[in-house]
């Protein structure tokens, strides 16, 4: 049976040495604020905003949600951020994605100022992160993913990861992570077009998988000692349970488990760590406001 990468624990670990870096600032005047916005009534993305922003909140940090009509203008919108971008108790802004189809989702993350871009999609911060620059906020899974590899002391140096899905938000600033100097991997990159995908997750030393499909991976896909990483969050009906609804990832854990050295379970393996590094980002946009201010 694999070791399990347990997301909330590290997390736990995380937010504590981040809630005396939160004390220091507030002891200086500064209370890091996050603003999420959240647009029209999708239930999951509505549970996703408030778990952001009740862990600011357990944290010290300010967060508030400004929800706004599923019909709202695109008008309406850029206003909305025009005035969180210009609003000095706010450092983070997030737009939750997705969005309506009305809606330009690019200019929208693009109309987001980069310093309080905490999500990390604005193309400024996607270049600097690509280039490896440290002023980068840094897309929030990815870099969960990245810090929980180094925390559980998974080698990367040299070995071969293997990335299912070519996602912006996920796979995309994973794989440059990735290869980067320190981390080191070697790297295939699999896709939904990508010819007999179980050739490649068999060579895997790393798996990570970041499609949103059930039981896509399968214990026969997988090679004995394999670490996987499982991103997907699938809602699958569960009529036995108080919502109606469970989470699964990706893969099928209960068999692949039996296979892997070591693996996240779905829930309380990515998802904390997303939500730990939208602190840390959160925190990083307060800082550096904090220091431009005071240069
Ligand atoms: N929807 C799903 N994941 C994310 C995320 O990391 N950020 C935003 N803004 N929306 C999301």
Same mark, same amino acid.
């Given at each position: 049976?694999?070791? %399990? ?26 209370? +890091?604020?996050?603003?999420? @916005? ?21 944290? /010290? ?26 609003? +000095? ?7 939750? %994605? !997705? ?6 989702? #690019? ?6 100022? !980069? ?26 899974? !990815? ?5 929980? %590899? ?14 299912v ?6 796979? #995309?600033?994973?794989?440059? %992570? ?12 699999t896709?939904?077009?990508t010819?007999d995908l179980a050739h490649h997750t ?9 499609? /949103? ?8 896909m ?13 809602? @699958? ?8 609804? #469970? ?23 990515? /998802? ?24």
């Amino acid at each position: 049976m694999a070791r %399990l990468l347990d997301g909330t624990e590290l997390s736990r670990v995380m937010r504590e040495e981040m809630a005396q870096e939160v004390a220091a600032l507030r002891a200086v005047g500064v209370t +890091p604020g996050l603003s999420v @916005v959240l647009v029209g009534n999708n239930p999951a993305s509505r549970a996703y905003v408030a778990s952001k922003t009740r862990a600011c909140e357990a944290l /010290g940090m300010k967060g508030q949600t400004l929800e706004l009509p599923e019909d709202v203008s695109k008008e309406e919108l850029f206003a909305t951020i025009d005035r969180l971008n210009t609003d +000095p108790e706010v450092h983070g802004i997030l737009v939750q %994605l !997705p969005l309506p189809a009305h809606l330009p989702y #690019k200019a929208i993350l693009e109309h987001i100022r !980069p310093e309080k871009d905490v999500d990390g999609f604005h193309p400024l911060n996607a270049g600097l992160a690509f280039v490896g620059d440290p002023r980068a906020f840094v897309p929030c899974t !990815p870099a969960g993913i990245m810090e929980m %590899l180094r925390r559980e002391n998974i080698p990367t140096r040299g070995r071969h990861a293997v990335i299912v899905g070519r996602s912006l938000i996920v796979s #995309k600033p994973l794989a440059s %992570l990735l290869v980067a100097p320190g981390p080191d991997a070697t790297l295939t990159l699999t896709h939904r077009h990508t010819p007999d995908l179980a050739h490649h997750t068999r060579q895997a030393d790393i798996l990570i998988v970041a499609v /949103g499909k059930q039981n896509l991976i399968t214990a026969d896909m997988v090679k004995p000692g394999v670490v996987v990483i499982d991103v997907g969050q699938n809602r @699958v009906p569960d009529p036995g349970s108080a919502r109606g609804y #469970k989470m699964v990832g990706d893969v099928d854990f209960d068999n692949v488990s039996q296979v892997a050295s070591a693996i996240t379970p779905v829930p309380g393996g990515v /998802g904390p760590m997303t939500i730990t590094m939208l602190l840390a980002n959160t925190l990083q946009a307060a800082r550096q406001a904090h220091q431009a201010r005071a240069t």
